[in-house]
């Protein structure tokens, strides 16, 4: 009776599928966390640039003198032609002066105001996407996707 419960403790058959389901559950998660990561950093990086390409577009299309520019259409049109995220994800507030413009024309005519003003003034462009996650808020580290939207917001003078 000895011996068969010797033999039955040196008998590892089964033993690396035992191990291989406690490390399993490990692995995909590991697996789920890398895959995370590439996404927030795709859509960080579509964010910023979209955000970068609105403000140089927005400040470029400051309507001058007898000129018809359309400031505001041409920046949330180049915004969504910069990032291949879905565009019913995408937030776009553009400001001048810290006050928000809707429209080609309040756009345009807080552009004009800010361009003649005798102090510097401020035009941005912010851009927010929903944040995919594919983890429990819970268990995504530190501030990677606050709030679960991630924001960019380029300021810069307009001159």
Do not use: K
């Not at 007898?66 to 776009?92: D, H, K, M, R």
């Not at 006050?99 to 102090?119: N, P, V």
């Not at 380029?154 to 001159?159: A, E, L, N, Y």
């Amino acid at each position: 009776m000895f011996s068969r419960l010797l033999e039955v403790a040196r008998d590892r058959a089964g033993t690396a599928m035992i191990e291989f389901a406690f490390v399993l559950p490990l692995l995909v998660i590991v697996l789920l966390g890398v895959l995370q990561f590439g996404i927030f950093f795709y859509d960080y990086v579509s964010v910023e640039y979209a955000a970068q390409t609105g403000e140089r577009t927005f400040l470029a299309n400051r309507p001058l003198t007898g000129e018809n520019y359309t400031p505001y259409t041409s920046t949330i049109n180049a915004i969504q032609g910069a990032t291949s995220l879905q565009l019913s994800e995408l937030t776009i507030t553009l400001s001048v002066n810290g006050t928000t413009c809707a429209s080609d024309t309040s756009c345009g005519t807080a552009l004009t105001t800010a361009y003649s003003a005798l102090s510097p003034q401020t035009a941005s462009v912010e851009v927010s996407y929903t944040c995919l996650t594919l983890l429990p808020v819970g268990w995504v580290p530190g501030n990677v996707c606050p709030g679960g939207v991630l924001t960019s917001t380029i300021t810069q003078r307009v001159d």
